[in-house]
Nanobody, 120 residues
C-alpha cells in the first residue's frame, strides 16, 4: 500500500506564491507518473500538472507559465511551485502517483488534499 502525504497549502494574497510537496511511502518499486489535481467548491476535480518518469510535463492551460511541477525520485516526492496566484486558484489540491510495486502489481494513489486559498 502506498501512502501520500501532502504539505504546503495555506492562505496567500493574490500575486503570492506557495510550494506544495507530496511524499510517498510504502514498498514502491517505481513511480511512473506524479501529478497534482485540484477541486474547487461546486466543481469537478481537474488536472493541474503532471510529470512522468522521463521528466516530461503537462500543464492545464490556466496555470501554464505560473506553476511548475518537479519531482525528486530519490525521495519519492513531487512538488508544485505556484507563482502569481489568483483567487481562481483557490481549491483543495490533491497529489496523485501511479507506478509499480513489483511484477504485475501496479498502484494508483491519492493524497488527502491540502487547501489553497488565494484572497486579500
Amino acid at each position: 500500500q502506498v501512502q501520500l502525504v501532502e504539505s504546503g497549502g495555506g492562505l496567500v494574497q493574490p500575486g503570492g506564491s506557495l510550494r506544495l510537496s507530496c511524499a510517498a511511502s510504502g514498498s514502491i518499486f517505481t513511480i511512473r507518473t506524479m501529478g497534482w489535481y485540484r477541486q474547487a467548491p461546486g466543481k469537478q476535480r481537474e488536472l493541474v500538472a503532471v510529470i512522468i518518469s522521463g521528466g516530461r510535463t503537462n500543464y492545464a492551460d490556466s496555470v501554464k507559465g505560473r506553476f511548475t511541477i518537479s519531482r525528486d525520485n530519490a525521495k519519492n516526492t513531487v512538488y508544485l511551485q505556484m507563482n502569481s496566484l489568483k483567487p481562481e486558484d483557490t481549491a483543495v489540491y490533491y497529489c496523485m502517483m501511479s507506478g509499480g510495486l513489483g511484477p504485475q502489481r501496479d498502484f494508483h494513489s491519492w493524497g488527502q488534499g491540502t487547501q489553497v486559498t488565494v484572497s486579500s
